[in-house]
């Protein structure tokens, strides 16, 4: 009996440690994510303008 208790608590202990370990990289790709969120968004804003600032067929652009 005393060694049924023992793997089910070694169980129970690993259960967590895993869960511990999930968690801390969950809020390590949350803070990345965000990090990196801001970088895109600048990357897209940069490229909008680049877009808007091109000459068009009707401004009369003869190559």
Known sequence: MDRRR???RKSG????????????I?????????QLGGE???????????IQEAPTASSGFSG
Do not use: G, P
């Not at 969950?26 to 965000?34: G, M, P």
């Open 6 to 8: 023992r793997h089910q």
């Open 13 to 24: 202990q690993t259960l967590v440690e895993y869960a511990l370990i999930l968690a801390f």
């Open 26 to 34: 969950s809020v390590v790709a949350i803070l990345v994510l965000q």
């Open 40 to 50: 895109v968004v600048n990357v897209y804003n940069k490229i909008y303008t680049k």
